[in-house]
């Protein structure tokens, strides 16, 4: 019988290699030995851009680590397609160092941080699939879950595919405007108690 604790188990090694990689791409700058103070001050701040990445990315996995967590403590069941699922969000969180990397070294362009929103939105949509399945028809969770229950848990699910389409949509007019809208989303996130964390 499959049970949704081998799945988190599982998951939660995925999440905390791809959450570490995301550091392995931010190198210690190569510099003379006797360099002054004030040049190492100054190659430090040429990675402003990828420190930046790095925590943003930290944030975001961060975030659907603990929204993964709340979706599986109501998960009572498991079966083949919720591995898939599973299996399809998992590699859209182990993709996001590689466009965090591109964002990292590519800040001021629209192709990076479109790759990076498309990345986020991959994710996104992924996830919510895990959920669709397991809720439709109380298919994988406690039958006697309410159904305002359920759609309360999906409120919230969707307002971070809108975010990154619309921070995509923002490019064409600055990029900075897209960062900061992939950067509000996790913070929110963080801060506010989702309908799905109330059970």
Known sequence: MLTPQRIEAFSDGVFAIVITLLILEIKVPSLPEHVSSSDLFTKLFTLGPKLLSYVLSFL???????????????????????????????????????????????????????????????????????WWHASRNHRLIDSQTPLHVIRNSWKGRFVPLICYLIGMGLSFVHVYLTIAIYIIVPLYYLTVRTPSESK
């Open 60 to 130: 975001v996995i961060g975030v659907y680590w603990i929204a993964h967590h709340f979706t599986f403590h109501q998960i009572r069941r498991a079966d083949r397609q919720l591995l898939i699922f599973n299996l399809l969000f998992l590699m859209s969180i182990s993709f996001i160092p590689f466009p965090a990397a591109l964002l990292g070294e590519y800040p001021h362009t629209q192709t990076a941080v479109m790759v990076y929103g498309f990345a986020l939105l991959m994710t996104g949509i992924t996830f919510n699939l895990i």
